[in-house]
Structure formats: C-alpha cells, structure tokens
C-alpha cells in the first residue's frame, strides 16, 4: 500500500511503502513453564497485558462435554476425552486445567484488541466450540484453526464470518506420500478447505513454501518461532503475516522497532538493529 509523505516542511510529497504489521500471537499465552503455566488463565492474561494481537491455546472436551485449554491428549496417563472434567488430574502446578468458558470469561472483562487463535486438537466439537463463542463474543474477536482436515472443514461451514486457517508441520504427508509436504500441496489443500490462513512450523517454512502460498493468497503464520535470529528472519519477511511465539516480550519489542517505511534505508536500518 502506497502513501504520501513529507519529507521537510514546504516542500514535495514522495511515495513510501507502509511495511506490512506482523501480527504477534503468545503461543499458550506468555508463560515461563511455571508460573504462569502455559495454557492457563494467568498466562492469557499476561499476554493480554504485554500487548500480543492474539494469544494461543489448544482445545480438547472432557467425557462429560467441558471444553478445555490443554495441549496433550492426555494429563498423567488419563485421557482427556474419557475423563470427566472434575477427575482430571492437577497440572503440575497445582492448578486445575482451565475452560474455554474461563477463557471467553477473560476476554469479555479484558476487552482491548487481543484476539483468542484457538485450535481444535481433536474433531467432534466445533458446533459446541463455534456455539459457545458466538454466544459472547464478536466473530471478529477469535480466529480458529486445526491440523485435522475434517475438523477445519467443519470450523469452515460453522463460522463462515471468523478466520479459519490450517496448519501443516513435520508430518508426512499421506495423501501424497511426499515429506514433509510441499508449498503446492499446502496451496492446493487450503484452496479446498476454503480457509484463510496457513499456519506452518518453522522447520519447513521455506522461502518456496512461504512464496506459494502468499501468492496464492492466503496469510501465512509460522511457528513456534522463539529465537531472536528466528523472529528477525520472519519479521523480515513481506509474506509474513503472523508470528506464533512463546516469547510475544521480545517480538513485539523487536516488531515495533522496524522502520515506517520500506525498501533500502529501511532495509539497512533493520540489519543493525537486529545485529545490535
């Protein structure tokens, strides 16, 4: 997008490019492994408090219907789906394992720009999940996503006014037999699902797969991008619209430090900063 901006008082107007604005999201929150305990209300809160755009977190439902923020299928050896939610283990902090509701509970009081990126771990509940956000909250004000295909297509149908996107890893890619899967195939599969972003783990996301898929169209997000060598690239990098971090501290410090503008001046200012 293109601008007109003074360069001195009384004189002519000149074109500069606005740089893109990488959205930041605190992957589990803004957490330490203890306290705050990834995946926990504390940690949302505190990603809220230091400015993330978005703030992370996986869903699972318990056997008695209780949708909760957890990344492993199971706690201690007990499944998550087979146990009900008042006989979940602790986490190893002592807490009890946090709910969508509280979630939804925080947001709602918190207000501000911070949008939930929610991500369904297992397939089956995302008429309750999209039900249970729509009640409070805008559609606007969360963005969903899935590595399961079925579970995207689902969240696709179900909220066809929220971002949905889909996420590829370090997986083979079954269909195809190819591993890990190609910037191709990553375009072909989000064209058909229909979503409209891509989240992909940072040891596949190459400049071949990044380039196909924003040339496609879509927003790209990558993750879980922690180092500041790592999140200097990204942040660098035009087709990058987000950045999944478990540190949003140093990202947004490192976001909010590049130049207004870009091409050559900006080009070589951002280099010594990330040098410094």
Do not use: C
Not at 20 to 35: C, F, K, L
Not at 160 to 165: L, Y
């Amino acid at each position: 997008m293109q601008i007109l901006a003074p360069v001195a008082p009384n004189t002519r107007f000149v074109a500069t490019l606005v740089a893109p604005r990488v959205e930041i999201a605190a992957h589990r929150g803004y957490h330490d492994g203890t306290a705050p305990y990834e995946n926990t209300i504390d940690a949302f809160r505190r990603a809220m408090q230091v400015g993330a755009d978005l703030v992370e977190t996986d869903i699972h439902r318990t056997a008695d219907g209780i949708l909760v923020l957890y990344h492993d299928k199971s706690i201690n050896g007990r499944s998550i789906a087979a146990t009900r939610y008042a006989d979940l283990p602790l986490l190893p902090t002592g807490q009890r394992m946090n709910t969508l509701e509280e979630l939804i509970d925080l947001k709602v009081a918190a207000g501000g720009a911070t949008k939930l990126l929610l991500e369904t771990k297992t397939r089956g509940f995302e008429a309750q999940l999209v039900q249970m956000l729509r009640a409070r909250l805008q559609p606007g004000q969360y963005e969903l996503m899935s590595f399961d295909l079925d579970s995207v297509r689902a969240l696709r149908e179900l909220a066809p006014d929220s971002k949905v996107g889909v996420l590829f890893g370090l997986v083979p890619d079954w269909q195809s037999g190819t591993w890990p899967i190609s910037g191709a195939a990553m375009v072909d599969k989000a064209r058909k699902l229909g979503v409209d972003f891509v989240a992909i783990d940072k040891w596949i996301a190459s400049g071949d797969r990044i380039g196909a898929l924003a040339k496609a169209g879509f927003d790209v997000a990558i993750w879980t991008v922690d180092k500041q060598s790592h999140l200097s690239k990204f942040l660098g990098d035009p087709r990058v619209s987000r950045i999944i971090t478990d540190r949003p501290d140093v990202a947004l410090d490192l976001r909010d430090r590049r130049p207004a503008v870009a091409g050559a001046q900006a080009a070589a200012w951002w280099q010594d900063a990330v040098a410094a």
